[in-house]
């Protein structure tokens, strides 16, 4: 992927405050535009052999493909799982000064 394509990407944590402050803190580095927060999701999945059935939120970031390394690290380093679910994918296609506003709003 070129580093000046644009992705999505999704992160979820179980407090939303803290989802909130460490997306701010991703915008306020340039390394998303904007993150959209969307609270009381429920996500069901199997982890250490267990079911779990889980409130959390989740964050989609706006941002360049070529910061998504930054931001994963940026999660290692700061989320409380200790296996944070970050996932990137490519956004095909997008309004021309939409996709324009988010290589502005982001280093590249």
Known sequence: ???DEIVDV??????PV???EFTRKLVDAELAACGNIIPGVRSIYRW???IHDD???LV???TRAGLVPAIIARA???HPDATPQVLAVPVVDSHPGYRQW???STRG
Do not use: C, K, P, Y
């Open 1 to 3: 992927m070129a580093e």
């Open 10 to 15: 999704s992160i979820t944590a179980d407090d």
């Open 18 to 20: 803290w989802l909130a």
């Open 48 to 50: 250490n052999g267990r």
């Open 55 to 57: 409130a959390q939120a």
């Open 60 to 62: 989609v970031l706006h």
């Open 76 to 78: 290692d380093a700061e």
């Open 102 to 104: 988010v290589l502005d």
